[in-house]
């Protein structure tokens, strides 16, 4: 019995059986084929929907899913995150990435038999090698010289079949572990991106957070960072619906994107709030920069798509804050969290940064 049996066992749940594996293996597969046939993005979500889709194994999920492809033809990555809310659980999703890691196993365990046979395969063609060398110089007839031959010959050719197929083996497991690879790394891109605007999550935001604080050692090193609110969110959301909120959230990450630089970064810190994290960047560029962004926003007209009517002013208030020696990572936020505040008591729809006094739009 297996460790893995063994363990099953003990907990009082049966081992699941190769052809329970096989079973999973092949689902596996459909899913990935409907993410390429319906060319949607291969994140967690995504496959977790597909899984259920193909395994049957969630009706409600099957239905909604057949209905859109009927309107539509194909699933957008807002209605994929929609139909997992509300179909799916935690679970089903974790489940996607820990598949594809089952699937990276199968294929390299794959790889590995094949290679195990090419040796032993090998070794049983050098054993027959060595019998021939011995009955070598016992053999003095023509006819025993060519049975040598036409063995030697049987022999080469197995091996150069066997060789064949185990260069065609080994090239389709290496396109298999490249697939995987590549949407194994989509999934960790994922894990580290909001899915609604596509801008860093919260939990890539702590960890750069981290890592720039680390970096600003040197006595010249410039870190400010910013944190931006949606003025009268709700208000969004209880007139026109969480949907149109959620493209408000979408059309003001877009602008905070296209305007600051590589070496910045945008994350959704929570709800209606954003965090920018600005590196090598002083108070003044940053609040020429953010109030940049303050001003664009503002100006943008949003259109109701079921009214064709506006949506009316919608603006955002900015804090920003520079990095002193010694303040770690929690009070960094605080700093710019109070300037924040500050930004909303004073009328919103503005820009307060630390050491800059006419702040106000």
Request: charged residues 25%; negative net charge.
């Amino acid at each position: 019995m297996s460790v893995a049996e063994k363990k099953a066992g003990d907990a009082g749940v049966a081992a699941p059986t190769k052809r329970q594996h096989k079973d999973v293996y092949d689902l596996a597969g459909q899913a990935f084929r409907m993410i390429d046939r319906y060319e949607t993005p291969p994140y967690p979500s995504t496959y977790a929907l597909w899984f259920a889709y193909v395994s049957r194994s969630n009706t409600d999920l099957v239905s909604t899913v057949d209905e859109m492809l009927e309107k539509g033809g194909d699933i957008s990555a807002y209605e994929i995150d929609e139909v997992c809310k509300s179909h799916l659980n935690e679970g089903d999703v974790q489940a996607a990435q820990q598949t594809i890691g089952r699937q990276f196993e199968s294929q390299l365990a794959s790889v590995l038999t094949m290679i195990q046979k090419s040796v032993s395969d090998s070794e049983s063609f050098n054993e027959t090698l060595n019998q021939i060398e011995e009955g070598l110089p016992q053999t003095a007839s023509t006819d025993s010289i060519d049975a040598i031959i036409s063995k030697l010959m049987v022999e080469n050719r197995r091996m150069a079949e066997q060789s064949m197929e185990l260069n065609s083996g080994l090239r389709e497991s290496q396109k298999q572990i490249e697939k995987l690879n590549r949407e194994l790394e989509e999934v960790r891109s994922q894990s580290m991106r909001d899915p609604l605007t596509s801008v860093a999550n919260r939990r890539a935001f702590d960890a750069r957070l981290t890592a720039e604080i680390e970096a600003c050692t040197a006595p010249d090193s410039e870190l400010c960072l910013v944190l931006a609110d949606i003025d009268h969110f709700k208000k969004v959301n209880d007139t026109y619906g969480h949907r149109v909120g959620d493209e408000v959230l979408k059309v003001f990450a877009a602008i905070i994107s296209e305007n600051i630089k590589g070496q910045d970064m945008v994350a959704r810190y929570g709800g209606e709030e954003f965090a920018v994290i600005l590196p090598r960047t002083d108070i003044e560029s940053a609040y020429g920069l953010i109030d940049k962004i303050r001003l664009q926003f503002s100006k943008t007209n949003l259109i109701f798509k079921q009214s064709r009517q506006g949506l009316g002013k919608i603006t955002a208030s900015f804090g920003i804050a520079s990095h002193k020696p010694g303040i770690d990572a929690k009070g960094f936020i605080e700093q710019a969290d109070r300037k924040l505040y500050l930004a909303k008591d004073l009328g919103r729809n503005q820009v307060q940064a630390e050491g800059i006094v006419d702040a106000a739009a």
